[in-house]
C-alpha cells in the first residue's frame, strides 16, 4: 500500500516486476538503474545466487521527483520467476501497488508464462487484492529474437492479456519498452492513489 | 530523525535517548519506512527496510513451516555493530523495527527499550485512521516530465 507523509509531502509506492524464470525481470531493473542518475536512485541490492539468479529479489529505489507538491518515490522490486520459489515471491509481493508481469516472448516459454501469470493471480488473491482493479501492465520481453522463434505482441496478447490490459514489446537489454512500461505502471499506481482520493 | 506518522515521534526520540541506538528504523511489514533515525540519505533507508523487512518475513515463514510459534525478534551480533529486528504489534496494523548498536549500549538495554517503544507506540497510535485527499487528477503530466527527465529524454 502506498505510504503518505502529509507532513513533508512524500509519497511512496511499491511496483513488482513479475513473471517466469529469464524473462528479463533482473534486466530491466539494471537498465533502469543505468540509465537513471545516481541523484535519483538508490543503491540496487540484488539477493542472488551464485549464478546470478534472483534468489529473493533485486530492489532498486527510484526518486520520481514531485508530483501534485509531493516528492514521489518508487520502490521496484523483482521477484525469483522459478515455479519453486513461490514462498518468496508472496513475501516479495505483500503490500506492493502495482506489478509490471515480464513475458518471455519466445514460443517455447508460452506455458511458463501463462503457468506464471496464474501464479500471479493465485498470489493476489490470497492477499485480498481485487485482481479486475489491481494495477498491472504486460511486457513482451525479448522481441529482438529472431521471429521465427518468438510471438507477435497480438499472439501474446491473444493468450496472455485476456483482461485488456496495456501491453508493450521490449528488448529489456538495448532498454527498449522498459521506459514505457515503466511509465505506463506508474500512471496506473498514482490514478488508483488519486481516484481513491484519500489516504490514511 | 524523520516520521511519516507524527504519533511516532515521541515514543521514537524517547527510545533513541534511552537505548542510544546508531540506527532506527520502522517498516511496514511489507518494507515501506514509516521512521527512521541516524540514516544520511533517504534512499538508502529504502533499501535498508526492504532487506530488513525480507528477513523478518522469511524468518516467519520457517516458523510457520515448522510449526514453531512466530519469531518475535531476531538480533545478528557483529564484531563491532548488530542488529536487532522486531515485530511491532499495533492495534490496527504490524510494523518491524531495526535496530543498528554498536558499543555504546548493550543488546539487553535495547531489548528493554524496545519493548517499552513498542508499549508507548500501541498507546499512541489512532485508533481511526484519518483519510486525506492526495494526488490532483492533472498529475499525469507531471509524472511524464519526471520519468522524461529521470530516463534522460
Known amino acids: ?200 | 530523525m524523520r516520521t511519516i506518522e507524527g504519533w511516532v515521534e515521541a515514543p521514537l526520540r524517547t527510545f533513541v535517548d534511552d537505548a542510544s541506538p546508531e540506527l532506527t528504523l520502522l517498516m511496514t511489514s511489507a518494507g515501506q519506512v514509516i521512521a527512521q533515525h541516524g540514516f544520511a540519505r533517504a534512499l538508502d533507508v529504502m533499501s535498508a527496510a526492504a532487506l530488513g523487512a525480507g528477513i523478518m518475513a522469511s524468518s516467519q515463514e520457517i516458523a510457520v513451516l515448522m510449526g514453531w510459534p512466530e519469531f518475535r525478534v531476531l538480533v545478528h551480533q557483529g564484531s563491532a555493530r548488530s542488529h536487532f529486528l522486531a515485530q511491532i504489534t499495533l492495534p490496527t496494523t504490524r510494523w518491524v523495527g531495526l535496530v543498528v548498536f554498536g558499543a555504546d549500549t548493550k543488546l539487553g538495554v535495547v531489548q528493554y527499550f524496545f519493548d517499552r517503544l513498542v508499549e508507548q507506540l500501541a498507546t499512541a497510535a489512532p485508533q481511526v485512521t484519518e483519510r486525506r485527499e492526495v494526488l490532483a487528477a492533472d498529475f499525469e503530466h507531471e509524472l511524464n516530465a519526471s520519468l522524461r527527465s529521470l530516463f534522460g529524454r
Open chain 1, 1 to 200: 500500500m502506498s505510504l503518505v507523509n502529509f507532513t513533508t509531502r512524500e509519497i511512496t509506492c511499491k511496483i513488482v516486476y513479475y513473471g517466469p524464470g529469464r524473462s528479463g525481470k533482473t534486466t530491466n531493473l539494471h537498465y533502469i538503474y543505468g540509465r537513471v542518475p545516481e541523484s535519483r536512485r538508490g543503491r540496487m541490492v540484488s539477493l542472488a545466487t551464485q549464478t546470478d539468479r534472483t534468489l529473493f529479489f533485486d530492489f532498486l529505489p527510484l526518486d520520481l521527483g514531485v508530483i501534485s507538491g509531493f516528492t514521489t518515490r518508487f520502490q521496484l522490486y523483482t521477484v525469483p520467476g522459478q515455479v519453486y520459489y513461490n514462498a518468496t515471491r508472496k513475501l516479495v509481493l505483500q503490500g506492493t501497488d502495482g506489478v509490471v508481469f515480464v513475458a518471455d516472448s519466445q514460443a517455447r516459454r508460452q506455458d511458463d508464462n501463462l503457468e506464471s501469470l496464474q501464479n500471479l493471480q493465485q498470489n493476489l488473491l490470497q492477499q485480498g487484492a481485487d485482481v479486475r482493479q489491481f494495477p498491472v501492465v504486460l511486457q513482451y520481453n525479448k522481441q529482438d529474437l529472431p521471429r521465427d522463434l518468438i510471438l507477435t505482441t497480438e499472439e501474446l496478447d491473444d493468450t496472455l492479456n485476456f483482461r485488456d490490459l496495456k501491453s508493450f514489446p521490449a528488448d529489456a537489454i538495448r532498454g527498449t519498452g522498459v521506459f514505457e512500461t515503466l511509465r505506463s505502471v506508474s500512471e496506473l499506481v498514482l490514478k488508483r492513489l488519486a481516484a481513491g482520493g484519500t489516504v490514511g
